[in-house]
């Protein structure tokens, strides 16, 4: 089949690399304009000898006319940030599917997957969909679910489980289309949840909060945009973690919340509201990450105060 992928970074370059791996011609690719490091996407469709474009808006009439010159049976989003209009989507023969990660309509936006681990979720998954000028909302093809273990982070969850599945799933969703096998059924509204950007107000650590709902921020920012509180006035990113939940008054008996209770091989504990965050990975605002222990913490400092 000819396909034209919309997307970028590496999930648009597993995309673009695993169509041309089983034969499938590439017959466009459009990317975002770049605002920093190269764009894996952009660079492997370069080097593929696939026209490569970098529209600032695919709601302009030379993205429209780029995509028809493509003459591509199915186009496929493949982590778009961009907004992409029905006229766009609708110009391949087949129209055009979107990867998301979630089971939609559950976590519509784009911070879906640290949503679902900071929500407590024990599953999440991913979907593929009919895209519309509704945010996530369009009729769904496709949707494959993977667990949330106790310990995974939003890198363990996206890399290990997530990624791979999804750029399986768009080649799957990609054939029953073409093939005419692809019913799309509305998702179901009363089910429906949108959440917006992690940023710095979401992802602020609030010790008096119980510990599974900080541990389980501290795992959905890990590894960006990183869970902070403060210490005299500096900002400190926590990452890799573990809980410790209080078992009796003893434990917890004397000890202020955010107060740092404990320091050694392991990493540095903190008292948080029923138990102890244990920290082996952190950095301070503008470094670089670091063991906990190399911070230069102290034993009775007070975070977040």
Known sequence: MRVAIIGQQDFGKATLDAFLKRGDTVAAVFCAPEKGRPDPLRLAAEAAGVPTYQFAKLTEPEAQAALQAAKADVGVMAYVTQFVPQD?????????????????????????????????????GLSIFRPTDGLDEGPVILRRAVPIEAEDTLGSLYFGKIFPLGVAALLETADLVVAGKAPALAQYEPDAGYEGIIRDAESQIHWARHVDQTF?????????????TTLDGRKLFLFECRKRIARTFAEVKGKKIGQIVDIGAAGVTIHGQGGFIEVQRLRWDGGKKISATEAGLTVGAILGA
């Open 88 to 124: 766009f989507c609708n110009i391949p023969t087949f129209g055009t599917i979107q990867f998301h990660p979630s089971l939609l309509p559950l976590h519509r936006g784009a911070s879906s997957m640290s949503w679902s681990i900071i929500l407590g979720r024990t599953e999440t």
């Open 216 to 228: 389980n921020l501290i795992r959905g920012c890990n590894p960006a945009p990183g869970a902070w």
